[in-house]
Every structure is written in structure tokens, then in C-alpha cells.
């Protein structure tokens, strides 16, 4: 039974008081007792922290891809009666967001909710789902005057109090709201039920030291021993009045001990009541404390430490507050009215809440009778054990398995559907033609059926004389007078006119081949840019590139389904193998296909004949041992494998053996060689191959075998109807475990690896040779097999059940959504566009890929080719190039349109890096869900910034979607002096921004990584639990990125001087930090020493370097100095090839990208020694100290020279580092923990 939780009572501002806590406790309780039953938690996207909250508490028990989040057109309060039909509206798509989740029973937690906020719910307004709600109390209906004094409320409630009467279930939390709601509502006492309440296990008597003490205290300006009342609300029947005169009226003895404390959150004006209230009672200031909000923490603190708790309320649903403190050993007194009595349960704790001397005289009883608050204080924690959210949640559960009864999709008397019925049809020569006639004999009982097809000339006399007709044109014109629709796709050129009817009119599809990609290229005419489009479409960048780089396009084209859009646009999906299934989940995501029908392929028993005729119609010798294999002789059948096998077996020396290829040679290489191979044993007639052959002659072949092979290579998701006829035919049957060949039964066939050797299967063509009672066995079990689960009565009865289910569920689908749509004419342009909103992220695609988005927004606006944004550009190709199926990498920038935040996708951006100028597409705002991630991979500081302020990414958190970020450094914080003082400012805030929402944490090297968890441990320790951070060494093959970048003339002139002379480079951009004018200063000196060596600097002007800057020019006319800025990655890759020695002379780094891209041309290095250098050179460069002096790294530079002069220097050539590929692979493993 699947159980969707409606837990919004957890969620609005009833989570601060008992029923936030009893939703919340309940819930957790089911999901921990829900043994066989799948839980899942439906949450309101108003309320995007409380989803935070919830997704944490429940993460040890239900999978994060089960906690569903709706959204609603806000605002809908319905204090606003102008907010009145969006809330309607509101209601429809809630109930049709929880249709979606097909639950068997959904538990409301809360029902009486928006009023004040944005919560929704209701009962039956959208479709009679069954329901189960929690009555907590029916207090405002009793005393309506009071609490209902408006016409406004009054509507509202009588709106709540009808959906309480459509509910299946009504589970009240105590006795005494099950009595009320029997006397008001009027409903049949089975539906109504107490199920009761608990307390949180976190509730129990904590020994605080006398610090804590006195720390909790100070808190709440407590002078010693209190008095507690923790109200859960603030409304007159809290009883509030009472309790603080009977307060005042105690000696003066007690009040001097004890103050009164009221622990609760509170607003300004209920706080101002009560002090009034106190005042007009002339109490002293400090003997009333009203404390405001309290965490769970204090409050059980506050539990724990006062001597008696009071609870004067007039009337409660349960009175939780009561058993918390009582669950903390507290002693308790409370009212005698209601359900108070049942929770505290002993008469002499009780008293009349209406009168104030009888609240006085209880409360001084028990402080000046020692015992008795002894005795009260053994009893609290006695009676609270006989409470559990345990048993309340078993027992609900078992309240709900009794209600729920599944229902068949439609009753076998119900009158006959009308079916638009598309498919090949005979005399079209595609196995799905002939399936269909044999499908149609047996459906047609459940359906009145119209055949839908282009033509109706070219259609059989037979079928036209059996069914009705119509053309493609006439079902557009009237496809509603059809009820039901059935497509019957396949990978043919007989289907091509579906693909666009079903864009027009859905329908329920039987997914013959899962590889539609042939049908798709023929349709495309070969043309690039569409396929192109239809491979990114349905697989994303990787597909897309591999086909537009690929030099045999149909090759690359066939790897892949291509299937996508019609997936999605399928009513529902019926395959014939879990094989289909699995392949849909392995392009697509585990989470998909799960609704999908799989439906045996039908085969119609043969009519009886004999062996002996159909061979001497064959001319088969009546005495010949006869193997035959079915279809196409070609690479994929594994026709050859069967050949040698053959020729290797002794049936081939025998002379009354046969193998019998039925079906037509392959025409190209593959069949020319394989007919040489044979060409001595057809002239010996022990090998035959017959061609095509008529349908009686392929019944006679059938009939004839004794043996059939059915083989297969490379399955394209289709099930293989030749191995059904074997088996249906009552042969003997060899096969291989591939794709939906493996789910036959291994009594039924004999059984291979899908991978066998030759051997293997000669092996099994022997055995079934001399074994006759194997033969017969499996002759036998086949025949069972097919008449028990490929019978046509059998999978029509299954095609009807499933194409009802679809069609039940369509019923109540997005269209029906719109159509029920309340006054969307009389809203304003905002509120219709917070309802289109609203419908969008609370509509399930039918296949949802699990995207990874990448944050590249600072690149996509300008490329400034600095170190950070190579890194982008490396990595996103490689993440791209490497992603498993089932995922979709999509880069995305951050766009401000309307002044509302969102992200698009990058698909003009990625398109023109990838090289794919077939893609023309538009950057759409992105369709996140639950279950994507969100990879801040570019450095966009001031974006995460904006986002965190304005709720996206909080957004974005609470549909589910996990959060990663790319720290490259926390350099601005440590090594402030080296950048502009605003620079240190916005790195703090983007680094508490990013700790505040990241489930990840990536740094490019172990430095960093340290670095990060020391500062997180002292500005946010808190969170150090919360993230993972893992560190990952950057890639480095700059090739990766060259694509297109000529070299000039003068630029290779440039080359060939760096490679004649001793040249040392240097990569980076020109700021403080990375040593650049120490290095100039140091070359000056090398220049005075007359050393000949060159230096190139590759780098753009970066900040507070104005001094630099001004020497490096001066530099330009010197012909042993040159300055790059901004060159191409082709260009920089061939500067370090043709340079003698890397200089890194950084004083303070994340990872040091130059090492690695040096290390890669075997370039040697000379390092500033500083740790994060250590950790990715190691032993393979030659370290200068780490101090700023020039004349200190002139004379390392003299020393490496002296040891490149002997070859003794430090060499990188076996330095280790990751290509740019490592790392994307490296990082996928991260992105699918």
C-alpha cells in the first residue's frame, strides 16, 4: 500500500505549537512501522525551510526521491477573500499533484490549515481519493461565536468541515474528540476512531548541571523555582486569566518561591494581554515570565527543572503539553474537562478550570505537600510510558489497511470503449502487422475498434472486411469521439506517419523496439541538424557531439534509443520484457518505467500438424536430424557463431544432419564471408539456406525442426518473436542469455552465457542431439510456457487492464487539471502566471532525467581566460564527454528577467564551445526537479549571493535539489593584503553563503580542503557535520580545449625563438600574489650576470599591479621578454612545449594549475616552496624559498641551470597528475555517492 503523507500541519506556523509536533511525530512514527507499505511525504514549496527541516528529520527513513513537493499560486490566505479563487484553484492542484503520486491512501495531518498562510487542503474537490485525516479538536465549530465570528471564517470552516465529512477515516487524537465529532458530524461510527497521542522520545527528565541551570535561567530572566504552563496557542480557552488570578491569589510565601512562567511563542499584542492581565491582578513584574519562542532544547529544560506544571486549559483535543512535561518526570495538574482527564489520568491532580479558587487551592495543595508532589512526579512518568507514537502510528496503519480495497480499473459488464487502433497491417512485411491481427481477434471483445491508417488501399481486403477503417485525416478530425487510442510503434518506415499523431493525440503506446532511431534518421532524410536536435533532445550534449563528430553518422545515430519525446508524450507505455523496462532506466534514470505495463508478446497456438508432411512439403528427408535458426543471417544473430559451432560439432560429419538458415543472407561483407565459409557444406547439403519464405512455409520450417537456435548480439530492447514461434512450435531450443532472451524460463530453453564460447554452444547442439528426453523435456515446458503466459485471450485481458489503468489515471491528468480550473478569467496577469507556475513544478514529467546543472554564468557573459575559467571550460567539456547514461549534464546562467531570479539553460553557449552548430536553441528558463544537482562550478560570487538573499537556492534546496560547490581557494581571507579590500568582504560572504546551502563541498586539493574545514570549524561548527567536503586535484590536457585556433606567422616566429634559447615561462594572471615583479627584478639580475635566458610571461592584467604593469611594457621591445595576454589555449599549449622551464613563483595558491599542464609537456619546474606546490609536484620540481627577495630566487635560478646543464634537475615526466577526462570521471563518482 503506498501511504502519501500531507504534511503540511508540520510545516505553517502549527509547527510551533501541538499539532506541528503531533504531524511531525505521527508521521516519522509511520514511517518507521510501515514495514511492506511505501511512505511518501507531500510538502507545500510556500514554506521552503520547514521542507529543510522535514527532509532532515527524515532522512534515515524515507528515500529523499519520496519526499514530493507541490507549489501553489500564492497568495491564497483565505483571511483575504480576494484571495478567494486562486485558493480554489490552489485545492485542484494540490489534490491533482497527489493524484500523481497514485497513492492507495493519503494521510492528512492537519486539515484545518490557510487561513492565515499559504497552506491548502481539501477533500474530493479534484478526484474521491481515499483519505485519512487527524482531528485534532472541533473547537471552533462548537463555539462558533466565538472563534467563527466572521462570515469569512465561517465559510472557510464550513469548507473544512464538509472535506471532514468526504474523509474515509477520521483518526482523533483522543477519546474525547471521538465522542465530538460523532455527536456534531453526524458520520458512521466505523469511520471515526482514536488512535490517540505520544510524546517525542527527546522527552524525558534531563539532569542539568548547576551552569546549565543557571545558564537557562539567565535566558528567560528565571530568579529559582517556577510554576509552568506551556499553552500551545494563545486563544481564550488557554485559560490564561484564570490561571494568573488564581496565581495571584497564592500566599506570599509561594510567590516570593515560585514565579509563574509561560513558555510559548508569542506575539506583541497576546504578550501585552497577559501582562495586563497580571497587572490588573497586581502582581509583581518578575512574577510573570513570558518567554517567548522556546527551542525544543530549553523547553525540555524547562520541563525538567520546574516543580509543577499547571494545565488550565478549557477545552483540548488531546492536551500534549500536559504528557511532555509529565514524560520529563514533571508533576502535572490540569483541568477536569475534555480530553485532559484521559492524559494526566488521576482524579486528585484535576481541578475545575472555570473557577479560580479551585485552580489556587490545587496548585497550593501540591507545593506545600511534599509527598504528594513526589507521589504526582512517580506518577507523570508511569502514566506517560503508557503512551507511544508507535502504537498510535501502528494502529493507524492498521486503520488504513482495513479501509483500503483496490478497485478494478473498469467492471468486464461496463459498456464496450471506442479504440483508435494504429499499427502496421497486412500486407505491410513487418512482424508487427501480423501480431496485430492476432491481437485484434481478442481485444475486440473488450473494445468497438477503428483501425487508423494512412491508406486504405493498400490494406489487406480481409482486415478492411473485418473491421472498420478510417484514415489518418479522418481520426485528426475526430480523434475525441475516440475514448481510447492504441499506437504500436516500432523501428520500421510503416510507422512514420505516428510520430506526428501522437504529438496531436496522445494515446497509450506498445513499444515494440525501444531503439528508435532507424525510423527516426529515415524520417530525418539523413539531415544532420535535425538529428543532431533529436539525439541532444532525448541524450543530451554527449550524444549530440559524438554524433556531429563522428565520420559514419548512422553508426554513431544507432547507439542510442532516441525515444525521449515519445515517452513523454505516451498516455502509458506497454513493453513486452523487463529488458525494455530496464533499458528505459538505463538511458533515462532508475526512478522511470516504473508505471510501464509489460505485456507478454502473444502467440496464437499452431493448429495441429504433422512433422512428416511439412517435411516432405519442404523435401526434408523424414529421418534427418533438423536444426533450425529463424530471421535474418546476420552479425547480430549470430549466425557465424552458429556456423563454426556447427561445423566444429560431429552433427555436421553426420549424413542425416541439417542446419537450416530460414531467412535472407546478409548482402554485405558480413554475408560474403559467411557464404564462402558454408559454400562446401550446401554443395553437401548439410547446410541449407532458403531465403525468404511464404508464411506457410515458415509454419512448415517450424514444424520440421527438431532443434532451433535463436541467438542474439546487441539487442535493441525488441523481443524476439522467432524464439516464441520455436518455442510455441514445441521445439527444443537453444538461446543465449541476452537482453529479454535472459527472462525465459531456463526449463523452457537451453540456456547460454550471453557471451558464450563456440564450444558451448557446439556443446549444447550435441547434447540436444543424442538426448532425446531432453529434447522432449524442453519441447514440453516450452509449450506450457506459451500456453500459460503468451496465450492471446491471456495478454488481451492484460492490454485491456492496462490501457484502463492509463486511461484512469489520464482521467484525473493534466487536462481534466485545466478544465477544472476555477475563475482563471476574473485573476489578474500576476496570479495567472503564479497558477501557470504553480502547475508546472507541480506536474511530473511521465520520464524525468536526473539533470546535473553546472553554474557557468560568469563565462557564458565574458571569457577572460584566466586560470579559473580554463578550469570551467575543461572540466564542462570532460563532464560532458563522460557522462553515464541517465544523466544530462546542463551548463546554466543566472538571469534576472522581470525582476524574478532564475536560471537558463547555456544551450547557445555549450552549442559553439562543443562545436555543434546544428543546435539551434533558445536559453529557457530550467525545469528543475527533485532528485537534479546543482553544481557551482564557475566562481560566481555575487550570483550565489543574490540567489541566497532572494530564496532561490532555498528554493531549489527544498524541492530536493542537492547542492555542490567548487571552492578554489580561500585566498581573499588569508592573504587579504594581496587583493582590492572588497574582495575579502565578498569571499566571506560567499563562503557563508555556500556553507549555509551545500550538501558538497569539492576542493581542488588537500591544502584548500584543510584550509576550508579549519574555517568552517570556527566560524560555523555547526555545519561540519552537515557537508561533505572532498577534496579533488584538477585536470590538465589543455588539447582537450583546442579546437579551431590557427597559429599566425608571427606567432610562429615567436615559437621558434623560445625553442632556440633557454626560455623560462610563466602562466597566470598579473596580480600581486604571483610573484611576477620578483621574478622581473630576479631576470635583471640574471641579465647584469650576462646569462642568457628568456622569459615569457602568459597573463592578463589583474589588480594592484599598476608598477608591474608598467615594468612588463617597458619589457616589449627586449627580444628576450615577451607578455601573452589572452592567448588561445592551441597557442599556450605550444608556448610550453617550446619553453625550457616553468617558473611558478605564487605566493600563496589553491592548487597551481601551471604545474600539472607543465608536468604534461615533461617541462621542468622550478616552485616557490610553499605546501599546496609540495603536495602536487612532490619530488618532480626544483623548490626556491619562500621569501620575496629577487636576488634569493636569482640565485635558485643559477643553481637550477647549473643542474639542467648536467641533467641532474628535478624532472617531471613521471610527475602524477589527472587528465581533465580523470577528473570529470572522478567527479561524476562524487555527483552519484
Known sequence: MRIVIDLQGAQTSSRFRGIGRYSLSLALAVARNATNHEIWLALNAAFPKSILDIREKFKDTIPPDRIKVFQVPTPIAEYNLSNSSQARNAELIREYFLEQLSPDIVLLTSLFEGYVDDAVTSIGRFKDTKTAVILYDLIPYLASQKYLPTQIQQEYYERKIDSLKKADLLLCISQATKEEAQQVLNLAQEKITNISAAVDESFYPRKLSEEQIQNLHQAYNIRGKFIMYAPGGFDDRKNFKNLILAYSKLSRYIRNTYQLVIASKVDQVDKTKLQNIAKNAQLNQDELIITGYVSDNDLIALYSTCTLFVFPSLHEGFGLPALEAMACGTATIGSNTTSIPEVINNPKALFDPNKVES?????????????????????????????????????????????????????????????????????????????????????????????????????????????????????????????????????????????????????????????????????????????????????????????????????ALWRYPCNLPLLQEATGVIVHSKHAQE???????????????????????????????????????????????????????????????????????????????????????????????????????????????????????????????????????????????????????????????????????????????????????????NDTQKRAMLAQNAKKLLSQKHDPKRCAQLYTKAIEKFYEKEQFGYAYLLSSLSNSKDLLDYDVAELAKAIAISTFAKIKQQQILVDISSIVYIDLKTGIQRVV??????????????????????????NEPLYRYARKYTATLLGLEHLDMEDEPIDIASGDIFYGLDLCADEVMKNRQNGLYERYKALGVEMIFLVYDLLPISNPNFFPSYIETTHIQWLQNITDLADK???????????????????????????????????????????????????????????????????????????????????EILKEQAKEVTLVVVGKKGWMVEETIKQLEKLQDNIRFFWLEGISDTLLEKVYAASTCLIVASQAEGFGLPLIEAAQQKLPIIARDIAVFREVAGSHAYYFPNSTDPQTLAISIQEWLELYRTNTHPKSDNMPWLTWNQNAQKLLEIFTQ
Open 359 to 555: 485552580i489556587r487551592q490545587k496548585i497550593e495543595e501540591i507545593l506545600e505537600d511534599e509527598v504528594f508532589l513526589k507521589e504526582l512526579q512517580k506518577h507523570s512518568l508511569k502514566q506517560s510510558k503508557e503512551f507511544s507514537w508507535d502504537e498510535s502510528a501502528k494502529k493507524a496503519i492498521e486503520l488504513m489497511e482495513k479501509n483500503f480495497i483496490k478497485k478494478e480499473s473498469r467492471q468486464i459488464d461496463s459498456p464496450k470503449e471506442k479504440l483508435a487502433y494504429l499499427s502496421p497491417l497486412p500486407p505491410h512485411q513487418t512482424g508487427i502487422s501480423g501480431y496485430s491481427i492476432e491481437l485484434l481477434e481478442e481485444l475486440s471483445f473488450d473494445y468497438n475498434i477503428e483501425l487508423i491508417v494512412p491508406n486504405k488501399e493498400e490494406i489487406d481486403p480481409k482486415v478492411t472486411a473485418t473491421y472498420p477503417i478510417q484514415t489518418v485525416e479522418y481520426f485528426l478530425k475526430h480523434h475525441r469521439n475516440y475514448t481510447r487510442v492504441l499506437y504500436h510503434f516500432g523501428n520500421s518506415t510503416f510507422h512514420s506517419h505516428m510520430f506526428e499523431l501522437l504529438q496531436k493525440v496522445s494515446g497509450v503506446v506498445v513499444l515494440h523496439d525501444f531503439y528508435l532511431s532507424h525510423i527516426l534518421e529515415y524520417m530525418a532524410q539523413g539531415k544532420v541538424s535535425t538529428l543532431t536536435q533529436l539525439l541532444y533532445n532525448s541524450h543530451g550534449y554527449k550524444a549530440a557531439q559524438e554524433f556531429a563528430s563522428a565520420e559514419q553518422k548512422s553508426e
Open 583 to 769: 533499458l528505459a532506466q538505463r538511458y533515462y534514470g532508475k526512478n522511470n518505467a516504473n508505471d510501464w505495463c509489460i505485456i507478454p508478446l502473444l502467440r496464437k497456438a499452431p493448429q495441429q500438424s504433422s512433422k512428416q508432411v511439412a517435411r516432405e512439403k519442404l523435401s526434408i528427408p523424414k529421418d534427418a536430424f533438423v536444426v533450425c535458426t529463424f530471421g535474418l543471417i546476420e552479425s547480430n544473430k549470430l549466425s557465424d557463431k552458429l556456423l563454426d559451432a556447427w561445423i566444429d560439432s560431429t552433427l555436421s560429419k553426420e549424413n542425416n544432419s541439417i542446419l537450416i538458415f530460414v531467412g535472407k543472407m546478409h548482402t554485405g561483407d558480413f554475408g560474403m564471408q559467411l557464404s564462402v565459409k558454408m559454400k562446401k557444406y550446401i554443395s553437401q547439403k548439410s547446410i541449407i539456406i532458403t531465403d525468404w519464405v511464404s508464411d506457410d512455409d515458415f509454419k512448415n520450417y517450424l514444424l520440421a525442426a527438431d532443434v532451433g537456435v535463436q541467438l542474439r548480439k546487441s539487442s535493441r530492447g525488441e523481443t524476439s518473436a522467432a524464439i516464441l514461434d520455436c518455442l510455441n512450435y514445441a521445439q527444443a531450443t537453444i538461446t543465449n542469455a541476452h537482453g529479454s532472451l535472459s527472462e525465459l524460463p531456463k526449463d523452457a530453453v537451453l540456456m547460454l552465457e550471453d557471451n558464450f564460447e563456440i564450444c558451448e554452444l557446439k556443446g549444447a547442439l550435441e547434447l540436444l542431439f
Open 873 to 898: 571550460r575543461s572540466q564542462l567539456i570532460e563532464l560532458i564527454k563522460n557522462v553515464p547514461s541517465g544523466l544530462r549534464i546542463e551548463p546554466v546562467y543566472f538571469s534576472s528577467a522581470q
Open 1001 to 1083: 563541498l569539492i576542493t581542488i586539493s588537500n591544502t584548500v580542503a584543510g584550509e576550508l574545514t579549519q574555517w568552517i570549524q570556527t566560524h560555523k561548527p555547526q555545519k561540519l557535520h552537515d557537508i561533505q567536503i572532498i577534496p579533488l586535484h584538477l585536470g590538465a590536457d589543455i588539447q582537450t580545449l583546442s579546437v579551431g585556433d590557427e597559429i599566425s606567422e608571427q606567432e610562429k616566429e615567436m615559437l621558434s625563438i623560445l625553442s632556440s634559447t633557454t626560455t623560462f615561462l610563466m602562466v597566470g594572471t598579473i596580480e600581486p600574489r604571483k610573484g611576477h615583479a620578483q621574478v622581473l627584478k630576479a631576470f
